[in-house]
């Protein structure tokens, strides 16, 4: 049997205007997310928070509704985190790297790995989803920014 799954990319960057610690700390405070990611609820289901915790994300929509499940992979702080979208409909690895720049500033680079259901109709989708795809990531990470600045006051 032929594998007919694809994979969508999206690369989303930021610059946080505080210091990689403090940037790291407030991405990995899972359950905050929901104040930066828009019409989503987060929490972590099981564990800790940390390496094998459960996280799952919820995106309402109107009538429609969007399960994220998270196992988190890899924390290396606070450089690095690495998550595996487990879920029914989202599939895929992703990471997270913040770089420390000059003058107490964070480079923020948030990689995502969707794995497209649908075989080749989920592959000739995704040139038109990704550029919503790609708004939406810029978007939140911009809201991330934002709060992790004010905090940082």
Known sequence: MTDTRSTGEVTATVIVNAPADKVFAAFVDWERQSEWIPMTKVRVVSGDGGVGSMVEAVT???????????????????????????GKVLRGPGVVRCTSMENGRTQVVLHEWFELPGGWAGKAMWPLLWPGSKLGFRHALGRFARMVERDAL
């Open 60 to 86: 309402k929509l109107g009538p429609g509704v969007l399960l994220d499940e998270m196992r988190i992979e890899r924390i290396d702080a606070p450089y690095e985190v690495r998550v595996l979208h487990c």
